[in-house]
């Protein structure tokens, strides 16, 4: 007898490049192999990046989708230190605790993402979740509760930028849909801090202009990147020419009920979601 279980696609098929990415098929050998260049990539580096994963009729898509629901995008702009803590009054000013960064962008909220969008199927799918988790050896991983923040499409627009910055998360999850014409650069410098030192020296000659320990992470159209930003000081330098820089934050947490706090979604969204 035959096996006549229909096949049916993954409702993502049409986003992902399932050829080169299996992610629906992680228990087959390549999505086992797959799952352990990405953990290999992660020890090594602190990043792994996947070129291409996303089809370029998704990155398309969502390019139209950022141009066309940029009305509804809150625009933010604010100074912060690194940390996202306040101000340390008790250190000189170019000190990292009391130093100040610019962070400008517009973000386009998870409710305003229409359902059928193609970054919206591809992360409401448990496959990528499974996929993710498995990467970031967790036993389990949650999509993130919050309805704005969960998924978000963040254009950075001509002369917006993302200040330096320590993540408060282990990991960050991005998938990139257009590069500005210049400027835009992601740069990050691997390992500046750890459990057991801030290294405030170290961090301070990066923020006062040191560039010998800078690397910047390339970010092609289509690419999904999962970045340690815990120990790595990052940021998106500031956009130059015409063409907006346009990616997606997907949001997840260990446990089922993370959302942002009312004061951060004000900042981020101009609203809560409760
Ligand atoms: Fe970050």
Redesign the pocket.
């Known amino acids: 007898m035959t096996d006549t279980t229909p096949v049916t696609a993954p409702p993502y098929a049409d986003v992902v490049d399932l050829e080169r990415y299996p992610i629906h098929e992680l228990d087959s050998a390549r999505g086992r192999a797959l799952v352990d260049a990405c953990r290999a990539d992660l020890a090594e580096t602190g990043v792994c990046n996947l070129e291409d994963f996303i089809t370029a009729e998704a990155v398309d898509a969502m390019v139209h989708l950022a141009g066309t629901r940029g009305g509804d995008a809150w625009a933010s702009d604010r100074l912060h230190t690194i940390y996202f803590t306040p101000v340390d009054k008790s250190v000189p000013a170019e000190h990292p605790r009391a130093y100040q960064v610019r962070s400008a962008k517009r973000g386009i909220a998870y409710d305003q993402i229409p359902k059928d969008a193609p970054l919206r199927r591809l992360y409401e799918s448990d496959d990528l979740t499974h996929f993710i988790a498995a990467v970031l050896e967790k036993p389990v991983l949650y999509r993130s509760a919050d309805k704005l923040d969960a998924l978000q499409v963040t254009a950075f627009q001509p002369g917006e930028e993302?200040g330096w910055?320590?993540?408060n998360?282990e990991f960050?999850m991005t998938v990139m849909y257009q590069q500005a014409e210049a400027g835009g650069d992601f740069e990050y410098v691997p390992g500046l801090r750890s459990e057991e030192d801030e290294n405030h020296d170290g961090v301070q000659q990066v923020l006062q202009g040191d560039r010998s320990a800078i690397k910047v992470l390339p970010s092609a159209p289509g690419t999904l990147a999962f970045?340690r930003?815990e120990h790595a000081l990052?940021?998106v330098t500031p956009i130059e020419g015409g063409r907006p820089r346009i990616n997606s934050v997907l949001t997840y947490g260990e446990r089922p009920d993370m959302r942002l706090s009312d004061l951060t979604s004000e900042i981020f969204y101009g609203r809560t979601s409760s």
Request: proline share 0%.
């Open positions: 993302l910055h320590f993540d998360s960050s970045f930003g990052h940021r």
